[in-house]
């Protein structure tokens, strides 16, 4: 189990930029992904972005060009810096950690989220 806490999180108005944090408990090293979802009220949560232990990184199609995922390994904390923001993008934003390798099949660990408000 790996305990996740976000932050960064907060009031911007559309076209400004955040920075989240997730820092975790345990080496990175040893999680196979990390990434980052949000909720909106009343929407499914999705898949913003994420990076594996070796470095490959996927976005969701609204935030190509706009989110950049990274991680320091030194710090056991992965980032998601967010530009350009839209009203749209107002959501909470969970960190989540998933390692392959298990007896029953991948495992999930999550953060308690940050909300990311974007004003028009």
């Known amino acids: 189990q790996v305990q996740l806490v976000e932050s960064g999180g907060g009031l911007v108005q559309a076209g400004g930029s955040l920075r989240l944090s997730c820092a975790a408990s345990k080496s990175i090293f040893s999680i196979n992904v990390m990434g980052w979802y949000r909720q909106a009220p009343g929407k499914q949560r999705e898949l913003v972005a994420a990076v594996t232990s070796g470095g490959s990184r996927n976005y969701a199609d609204f935030g190509k060009g706009r989110f950049t995922i990274s991680r320091d390994n030194a710090k056991n904390t992965v980032y998601l810096q967010m530009n350009s923001l839209k009203p749209e993008d107002t959501a909470v934003y969970y960190c989540?950690?998933?390692?392959?390798?298990?007896?029953?099949?991948?495992?999930?660990?999550w953060g308690q989220g940050t909300q990311v408000t974007v004003s028009s």
């Open positions: 989540n950690a998933r390692i392959l390798q298990t007896l029953t099949g991948p495992y999930d660990s």
